[in-house]
Nanobody, 120 residues
Framework: QVQLVESGGGLVQPGGSLSLSCAAS????????MAWHRQGPGMQRELVAA???????YYADSVKGRFTISRDNARNTVYLQMDKLKPEDTAVYYC??????????????WGQGTQVTVSS
């Protein structure tokens, strides 16, 4: 069974940095897009950043220049480096990946979420 397990997150002061990681495990034949989403209090879940297997990255306007997404294809892992954090970045962060497993088709998988709190 395919799983996404996130790590990182926590409490940081405004202007600080945090790093998230998300590793996919299980019987995996291919992973295309890997992405990070977030859901703030009372907000809808939104896409933060995404990266293709070839390394092409997309960022939401709100995080451009502050967040960096990267991946290690050999480890089936995606990372999110978050710098210059703002209180409005406070949210539960979820990773998502399009994975082809034993079924032979691509399905979307989500991590369990990790809390990021930016506060003084």
């Amino acid at each position: 069974q395919v799983q996404l397990v996130e790590s990182g997150g926590g409490l940081v002061q405004p202007g600080g940095s945090l790093s998230l990681s998300c590793a996919a495990s299980g019987l995996i034949f291919d992973i295309t897009v890997m992405a990070w989403h977030r859901q703030g209090p009372g907000m809808q879940r939104e896409l933060v950043a995404a990266i293709s297997s070839g390394g092409s990255a997309y960022y939401a306007d709100s995080v451009k220049g502050r967040f960096t997404i990267s991946r290690d294809n050999a480890r089936n892992t995606v990372y999110l480096q978050m710098d210059k954090l703002k209180p409005e970045d406070t949210a539960v962060y979820y990773c998502k990946a399009q994975i082809r497993g034993i079924e032979g088709i691509y399905n979307a998988y989500w991590g369990q979420g990790t809390q990021v709190t930016v506060s003084s």
